[in-house]
């Protein structure tokens, strides 16, 4: 361990600030560009999914009038 | 000779081989950024020159030499892409560019705020700081000339041809400690020299490059993943591999 104490490490001889910045900023980054990943990724299963049962829908409805 | 790629041009084979590549890419790529982020900042000694505001090189030095490599693999898509008009090439450009912008923006702004304690300033315009810019102009070109015509395989052929020719700024970027006066140190790891850092610092910045590389490739290809789904939905490989839940 480099630091002493956990006040210490948090401060980073008095370059906390930009320490601290840049890896919250990259924190953030890297959290929004995975979280567009997966986001986009649950939006496109739905429409799948969304497709798949209209298409049911459109076949027992076919059937049906077919019975009728 | 190059007969065992033709199966991986079919979407579905594509979709499940980058599926394994990114599982892998993922976790190795999570850990390692982890282990050496939490290296670097808590366990290697202090710069005996700038303290503690050294340690922002763990995140700054990865995301510029990724910014870089992401640049060149993605302009070896789109060559691929414009030469044997493979779609999967054009779609992977598509896929890595805002990841390699987020790469750039990255290393342009921990860049800036490290350099505010160590050189007195945010920014200057030298050579490695403006062309580490055009950089993250050239990504936003991509992406922006990509989405700007209705027609995706049109888009896809102007986005490719501004890749091919950014390339370019590359070995601009690379050289340009050398070859300009700069504000910016030349390189402090190289392949063939002996590395100009202590091995108790020079540690975790390796593994954090090797890692922040893997992440690269892992959100690359799970964008390439999403443009498959979507680009494909309507066809039955896709919902057989969304009911095997991959």
């Keep these: 361990m480099a630091f002493e104490s956990f006040s210490a490490f948090i401060q980073m001889g008095k370059h906390g600030f930009y320490v601290w910045l ?4 990259g924190l953030l980054a890297f959290a929004a560009i995975w979280g567009h990943c997966l986001f986009t990724r649950a939006k496109i299963v739905a429409g799948v999914k969304d497709l798949e049962a209209r298409r049911q829908r459109r076949k027992t409805t076919q059937q049906t009038e077919r019975v009728l | 000779m190059f007969k065992w790629l033709h199966p991986y041009a079919k979407s579905e084979n594509l979709y499940r081989l980058s599926g394994k590549f990114l599982f892998w890419f993922g976790w190795l790529g999570t850990i390692g950024a982890i282990i050496g982020t939490i290296w670097g900042l808590a366990f290697t000694p202090a710069d005996y020159q700038q303290g503690d505001s050294f340690r922002i090189i763990y ?5 510029a030499m990724m910014s870089m490599s992401g640049y060149l693999g993605m302009a070896i898509a789109a060559f691929i892409g414009t030469v044997w008009q493979q779609r999967h090439a054009d ?3 598509i896929a890595l560019a805002p990841v390699g912008a987020v790469y750039t923006f990255l290393a342009l702004f921990t860049g800036a705020v490290w350099g505010k304690p160590t050189w007195g300033t945010y920014w200057v315009w030298d050579a490695r700081l403006t062309s580490e810019l055009i950089l993250l102009f050239l990504y936003l070109g991509v992406i922006a000339l990509y989405y700007a015509y209705e027609d995706k395989r049109s888009g896809a052929r102007a986005a490719a041809i501004l890749a091919m020719v950014g390339v370019i700024n590359v070995p601009i970027i690379h050289y340009s400690v050398v070859w300009w006066n700069s504000l910016h140190q030349g390189a402090t790891v190289t392949v063939f020299e002996k590395p100009k850092m202590d091995s108790s610092m020079l540690w975790p910045l390796l593994i954090n490059i090797v890692a922040f590389g ?4 892992a959100l690359t290809l799970m ?10 939905g309507h066809r039955p490989w896709v919902k057989k591999v969304l009911e095997e839940g991959r």
């Design chain 1, 22 to 25: 840049s890896y919250g900023v």
């Design chain 2, 59 to 63: 995140l700054h030095v990865p995301t």
């Design chain 2, 91 to 93: 779609m992977t450009v």
């Design chain 2, 214 to 217: 893997l992440i690269l490739g």
């Design chain 2, 223 to 232: 964008r390439l993943r999403n443009d498959l789904l979507m680009k494909e």
